[in-house]
């Protein structure tokens, strides 16, 4: 239901967009984050918005960051600029979507983001 892209090798001070479609039954997602997870660390949240709201956003990338939807595509973004090593991670999306039937949450697959010289 969620496929994210746009991950890759970057160097420090660099910029990415990753990208998380959503197919199949969609009628609204209510809800979208983003999250990471570098080597030997847990699950962290980068990045949230829900319809109507404000996006929220984890200190560490709070300024360098931004999240974002396009509706019509039933896509969201994550829009990452000013890159550190330390943004180094898996990142996965995942949203809280309407299917017609009822809300049910979804994970994408993960994205690796290298940044390194």
């Known amino acids: 239901q969620l496929q994210a892209s746009g991950g890759g090798l970057v160097q420090p001070g660099g910029s990415l967009r990753l990208s998380c479609a959503g197919s199949g039954n969609i009628f609204r997602i209510n809800s979208m984050g983003w999250y990471r997870q570098a080597p030997g660390k847990q699950r962290e949240l980068v990045a949230s918005?829900?319809?109507?709201?404000?996006?929220n956003y984890a200190d560490s990338p709070k300024g360098r960051f931004a999240i974002s939807r396009d509706n019509t595509k039933n896509t969201f973004y994550l829009q990452m600029n000013s890159l550190k090593p330390e943004d180094t991670a898996v990142y996965y999306c995942?949203?809280?979507?309407?299917?017609?039937?009822?809300?049910?949450?979804?994970w994408g697959q993960g994205t690796l983001v290298t940044v390194s010289s």
């Open positions: 918005s829900t319809t109507g709201g404000s996006p």
């Open positions: 995942t949203a809280n979507i309407f299917d017609g039937l009822g809300y049910v949450d979804y």
